[in-house]
């Protein structure tokens, strides 16, 4: 499995009901992923993204406060 974090990231709160995180994520500064949820391979979120819905099929970069889809095929090696 590989990922990439950025600082003051905060997955989950339960302990019981973790985020399923798949192999090449990024995860930008200040995002906030929230249990059951699931993130697919290959994807980049944004810093401060708010994820509160699964991204199963990955290949894909999202953010905003709720985070969405804002594009597809994200090139994820750019950034690492």
Known sequence: ??????????IGI????????????????????????EIGANTMIGANAVVTKSFEKGNCCI??????????EPNIYQYG
Do not use: H, Q
């Open 1 to 10: 499995v590989r990922y990439s974090l950025g600082v003051n990231i905060r």
């Open 63 to 72: 953010a905003g406060t709720l985070a969405r889809i804002i594009s597809f």
């Open 14 to 37: 339960e302990a019981d009901s973790v985020p399923k995180i798949r192999d090449n994520v990024w995860i930008g500064p200040g995002a906030k992923i929230f249990e059951n949820v």
